[in-house]
Every structure is written in C-alpha cells, then in structure tokens.
C-alpha cells in the first residue's frame, strides 16, 4: 500500500488511535491526544494533522516511509524526521517574527517538489537546478566509471595528440538573441586565453579572459571586471584541451544518475574542487561526447546557475568540435552558430587584453 494511502504521516511521528469510532474522536481531540509522539504539531485539533502531513509530502514530493517506518511511525529512526521537525519549527518562527504569524512561507516555498531545498534560482525556462548531492544521489549507478566516461570524451573528439596540436582556434558566426542574429567572434588561444566579440550595432560587447583574469565589456558602459567566480567558469570556456586537462581542473568525479538531453541518454559526472561550486558534465553514451555543462558562479546569497548545451559536433582538422551551443541563464537564453572554424591561426595577443579606458 502506498504510504499515502496510510495514517502514517511525516513529520511528528504519529499514529492513530486504532480503536472504534477513532475518526469522530479526533475531531475533538488534540494531535497529542489521538497520535503518538507528538513534538511540533501540539495543540491542534486531530482531524488537521492528515491534511497537514499530506501538504508535506506534496510540498517534498516524497511518501510517508520517507521520514517513517512502516508499522512503528512513532519511533524516531530516520534521520529525515528529526530534520523535518526542526525545518517545521523554522518556518513558524520565520512567519511569527516577520509576518505577524500570518502563514506566508510554508514548505513549498523552498523545496517545489523537492526534498531538497530550491536554493539555486531555476534556468529561464523554468527548470529547477539541483545542486546539493545526497548520499543517494552520489552513490555509483551502475555502467561506465567516470575515468571510462572522460576517456570516452577524449576519444570521441579525436583523441589526445589531435587534442593537443590544437594552438589556437579563431570561430566566426552569430548569437541568436531573442530571434535577433548578431554577428560574433570567438578567438581562443591555449593554454586559457578567450575573447568572445559579438558586434552589435551600438558597439562591440566583448567577453574575454586573459589567462589570469576576465573582463566584460558592454556599449556604452565601463569595463567590468569578472568576478573570482566568473573568471573560473571563464576559463572553462578557455580552455582548448578542456578534455585532456579534466582530470587537472577536477580533484573528484562522482557518478549520479543518467539523464535525458532530448531524445540522448547521458552519463552525468559531477566534477568537484575544494572551495569551488561543483560542475555538472553530461556524456552522450553512445557517442562519449559532451552534450551539456551546468555551472554556478558565486555570490554572497547563493549560486547562480548557468548552463550549455552543445550540439552538431564537426571534425576540424582531426578533432570534432561543437558548431552550436545554448546558454541558459535564469535571466534569459541565447544561441551561436558557428559558420567558419579555423585552428594553428595568428592570433594576436591584444585581443585578450583589458582596455585601459
């Protein structure tokens, strides 16, 4: 029987009185008086406390035997109990000491289906971001290690020596924003230099890392420097051998659970390093290839996401290479297309280079 079918709610342990005449009974009696272990919800009428409970498991899109056991809810056992209690116990003081104890924030406010907390604002196309990883989450599925995964990758580009003979790279196309198509230019150089120019027609808006440090420049406005963590997801985006340096930039790999991309099954890798917000990598199976990358930049209140699918991989000069991709942020979306690619050209140094004015 499913647990949402059952007198066995999440929350306060609690169990109801098995006698006759057991629902009429409740309806005078007080949640401490008709269930068993009551801690939270004391002084309610009975008859409340399933409505309740099933507003929490909507809210946290989870069962009854998430926080309890079948048969004994009364025990405290699991862990996700005593946390609910004290996530209870939050919500009422934040409504008592901000709204006058008018019911504003609830369970759903921050988990939205979820039995982890929403704290990243969702893409722009409404999608949550899941960010913090459970021990369920992180446990191996079974199939390829996340060494095999990458080697897959490196393979399927063209390999390591074709990888590496890549000096630099010089792509011209467009950005479509919004349905408007502006041309753009996108200069890499190895090992981490990057300038990305999109000529509009106010002016050129330029996003570059140096090798050291990003910079943005929009028409109109001062130079902005990136932030730290701007800049590290910058030189991601630098990084012309990004597959062979991967295990490099990543001290851990952890596997979680495959995924869809389209009509594509994924791998999905987490990749970890101290002091730095994780980044999500998303494989082809069949083809190895990297097909989306979600990554966060830092700030003082929380994570904002941002993610890129590449698609139409072509072979340029032994090694394949994305010809479209999507950036997804929560403010809005946008797609090159790359028209041309030419690798092993003269770049020259100034494009990498913040302007002094």
């Known amino acids: 029987m499913r647990c949402s079918r059952m007198i066995l709610l999440a929350v306060a342990g609690l169990r109801l009185i098995p006698v006759a005449g057991a629902q009429e009974r409740t309806a005078t009696q007080t949640t401490e008086q008709a269930y068993k272990n009551i801690q939270v919800l004391k002084g309610l009428p009975a008859n409340e406390l399933i409505p309740a409970m099933q507003f929490i498991t909507a809210s946290l899109g989870v069962e009854c035997d998430y926080c309890h056991v079948q048969g004994a809810s009364e025990k405290d056992d699991r862990t996700a109990k ?52 459970n021990e369920d989450q992180t446990k191996a599925p079974s199939g390829p290690t996340p060494d095999q995964v990458i080697d897959k990758y490196i393979q399927a580009l063209g390999g390591p020596a074709a990888i590496q003979r890549v000096s630099n790279r010089l792509e011209k196309g467009s950005a479509d924003v919004m349905g408007k198509k502006t041309p753009i230019d996108i200069y890499t150089r190895a090992p981490n230099q990057r300038a990305s120019i999109m000529h509009m027609p106010g002016g050129d808006s330029i996003t570059a890392y140096d090798g050291k440090a990003g910079w943005l420049a929009f028409p109109g406005r001062p130079t902005r420097d990136m932030t730290p963590s701007e800049s590290a997801s910058a030189r991601l985006d630098a990084d012309l051998h990004f597959a062979t340096d991967l295990k490099q930039i990543f001290t851990d790999f952890k596997s979680t659970a495959p995924a869809k991309i389209g009509d594509r099954d994924t791998y999905v890798l987490v990749a970890m390093s101290e002091g730095r917000p994780p980044v999500k990598l998303y494989f082809d199976q069949q083809s190895g290839l990297l097909l989306r990358m979600l990554r966060f930049s830092d700030s003082p209140l929380g994570l904002n996401p941002v993610e890129i699918d590449y698609a139409d991989y072509r072979d340029v000069q032994g090694v394949k290479t994305p010809f479209r991709w999507t950036l997804t942020r929560t403010s809005g979306a946008f797609t090159i297309e790359i028209d041309s690619v030419q690798q092993n050209v003269s770049i020259d140094e100034q494009k990498f280079a913040r302007p002094t004015s």
Not at 92 to 102: L, P
Not at 106 to 113: E, K, M
């Open 82 to 133: 005593l946390v609910a209690r004290k996530m209870m116990t939050m919500m009422f003081a934040i409504n008592k000491d901000n709204f006058e104890g008018h019911r504003e924030v609830t369970c759903n406010t921050c988990h939205r289906g979820s039995p982890h907390p929403m704290a990243t604002p969702a893409l722009s196309d409404g999608r949550p971001v899941m960010v913090a990883m």
